[in-house]
């Protein structure tokens, strides 16, 4: 069976069964569900027919749909459920780290009483201990469920361990063996313990090349370096090097595709995560901001231009190729900058430095540059547009495009050394202050060239 | 250990051990580098200190370092061995996939005879199978390596199967289970096969909830499926059901990423998959066409305007507000198309269709284009601008950022519904488009107002 679809028409029959409370036909549909599907459904109920369809799902399929559902539509859904059954009925079943990421977005009073009504205390502790780290490091990114092995045990002890923890861990691709410490010392493939005699020890089979990284280790480094080496899940270690969690490839999975989101929708002048199927005002509100700024970036210009106005009287031909040199400033701008966040985010810059990147992108924009000015020179020629207007035009892009490339590779570096987001330098604030350099150069050129 | 920094100095060194062939100190450094970590290095030697370094590795270890190459140095390292010596000492040891990939690169002459003299048959003809299926499509992405169980085997017969494909397929996450036809019908855990009696029947405990795709099931799909459902690997069967082949984690998470990457590059002007480490040249290529896109459009706004040249020497003023005009007009065009694409990209468009998605557009760019002009009406007050020109400027702000929307709106769904990426349709192209667009509109406006 392939991946369901999930379309209107499914949706709409689901509703009505819903509504008639029609168990008897519902039933065998949501088995048929995956927790993903079901979550996908939510986003069309009401609270009451939420609530409904949960009430029929055994204990862990309704947790299951409850960690697939959005933040927005999770938090929504758990209205519908006083403190002490979101304990008892979700938490209970749930992986610390969905618990904490919940927990995180309710206020301090609920978190508290939620982890009070947990019954097992070990869970409760286990949760708690994820609240303390800083938002998007390993600590809070991991889960604290895990197979964990010891050194001088053998292979049927890990069996039973495995046994013994299967309901709390979903998932086993691994387990971390550990000294008598609990120090991380490497780890064993299920499949290599599959194949092993029961007797065998640990320590004579196990893989000592182990990759781990600390719980403060931000979110960005902990995604490159399972992309990098393939893995399927990440041990983290405290600062003693003791096992303290794992983070796995599902997790790294969203991360990277939000991260990814959120740099485009920087670029493309959008300020909050927001997608095509949110709210008319939710678009408004993450789109305003953005047009202000190139509001306020379009009043300035007319102020330098203003500046000009005698001479733009004088050769009104000077206007014809305001939108060229803008156009040009803003396209070399966003290409330069973008290649840099895009750059610092994969680690590729540390390396050449500062002046090595200016130095290049530099090299870039002036045969670019070049070739441009020729093609609009010729372009000159054969249009018969005055002679001074175009070498003016020809010389001014050619320095456009040299100074937006370097406020374009210059602004990103800044601001990530400063510990800003450098994609904030992407979008519409390059582009706006680009816009307002390259018309001052324009009509400075076009002074000293016409006058 | 936490993952290995590859930094300048390291590699300084590397590089002087492999000068001086001094294979005693080389060997234990070698020895603690991941396969990843010496693709790294790869990157700054030239091919006799590559093939130097490849032949003081193990055979496994070889060909995973191969793997991890990139696209551009793994063909450049590879002319360091002729195709008998790829097929012995590369292809024998390496997953399908991989090999796929590389002989897609390579011309059919090499490509055939590699093939001709991969020892193993049953490898050469799974290999050979990969090749037939159209880029970016599940067939393609998939390895043949697996581990297929049939319905009627015992636990046993499961893992003798497991121990006896250990060495061919590397990382076993759960075993598929097949029927008398070969077809796919569930699949069962390796945690479960581990936690099982050796006498127990497989149709007894296997999960027959399984999803599959096809595999002529487009990447993008294959990618969104896995991740909804959180798969470590997702089975792809043929169009009678029967098990083909599998696509596991790592790929997808690097399909993405490349995805990503081709659509922010595509956002910001940039033609080809470039970074910032690549050269001049590289750089230079993948922007001057979308800069020769700019300076079209430019050169088409200059003949726009021309046609209002009169207007303008009239109404100096007017030039002052151009750049405003076009910034807008840029801003809004980026935002409604990039929306646009990624809910095409998430598949969360096709539910309300185009007409829903327009009107919504609409509506938040109509709340915007107020907002935006009303703002600016207050400013031409208090400026002490022209009357007129500022409210000529204000209506024509509104219009534009209506007609920005539209065009960002259609044209990305139009491409979509011709099959044409829809992300072609971000970035400089509906920038010019929009800038043109707007310019006349500006001066239409300003032509009936003012004249």
């Excluded at 780890?187 to 313990?193: D, E, F, G, N, V």
Aim: glycine share 6%; with cysteine; hydrophobic share 45%.
């Amino acid at each position: 069976m392939s991946a369901i679809e999930i379309t209107k028409e499914s949706v709409k029959e689901i509703v009505d069964l819903v509504d008639t409370k029609n168990q008897k036909e519902l039933l065998p549909v949501l088995e048929k569900l995956f927790p993903a599907d079901i979550a996908e459904i939510f986003d069309d109920l009401n609270l009451d027919q939420a609530v409904y369809i949960a009430s029929l799902l055994d204990p862990q399929k309704k947790v299951d749909v409850l960690t697939e559902l959005e933040a927005d539509v999770k938090l929504k859904f758990l209205k519908g459920f006083d403190n002490k059954e979101i304990a008892s009925t979700f938490f209970a079943y749930m992986e610390s780290d969905d618990a904490a990421d919940i927990l995180n977005s309710l206020d301090s009073i609920s978190s508290k009483e939620i982890l009070r009504n947990i019954e097992d205390k070990e869970h409760s502790k286990n949760i708690a201990s994820l609240l303390k780290f800083p938002e998007n490091t390993a600590g809070a990114l991991m889960a604290k469920e895990l197979i964990k092995v010891k050194q001088n045990w053998t292979i049927k002890q890990c069996t039973d361990e495995i046994r013994k923890q299967a309901e709390d861990v979903a998932q086993v691709y691994t387990c971390y063996v550990v000294d008598e410490f609990d120090e991380l010392v490497g780890w064993i493939s299920l499949k290599r313990i599959l194949l092993s005699k029961e007797s065998t020890k640990v320590e004579s089979i196990y893989n000592d090349n182990v990759i781990s990284e600390s719980t403060y280790t931000p979110g960005e480094e902990v995604a490159s370096t399972m992309q990098k080496y393939d893995l399927v899940a990440l041990p983290i270690v405290d600062a003693f090097n003791r096992l303290v969690g794992r983070i796995t490839f599902d997790d790294v999975l969203d991360y990277v595709k939000d991260e990814a989101e959120k740099d485009y929708q920087m670029l493309s002048g959008i300020s909050e995560s927001v997608e095509s199927t949110d709210s008319v005002l939710l678009n408004t509100r993450a789109r305003l901001p953005w047009l202000i700024v190139g509001l306020v970036g379009g009043v300035a210009s007319s102020l330098v231009i203003g500046n000009f106005e005698a001479e733009l009287a004088q050769n009104v031909q000077l206007a014809l190729f305001m939108p060229l040199i803008m156009a040009m400033a803003g396209n070399v701008g966003v290409q330069s900058s973008s290649i840099m966040v895009q750059g610092l985010a994969n680690n590729s810059i540390t390396n050449e430095g500062l002046w090595g990147k200016l130095g290049k992108e530099l090299a870039v924009a002036l045969i670019n540059g070049l070739v441009c000015s020729a093609l609009l020179m010729g372009y000159g020629f054969l249009s018969g547009n005055s002679q001074d207007i175009m070498i003016t035009v020809s010389l001014a892009l050619l320095a456009v495009i040299l100074l937006a490339a370097i406020v374009g590779t210059v602004v990103p570096l800044v601001l990530d050394r400063f510990k800003i987001d450098p994609a904030l330098a992407t979008g519409p604030f390059i582009t706006t202050s680009n816009d307002l350099l390259g018309l001052l150069m324009y009509f400075l050129i076009g002074n000293a060239i016409l006058a």
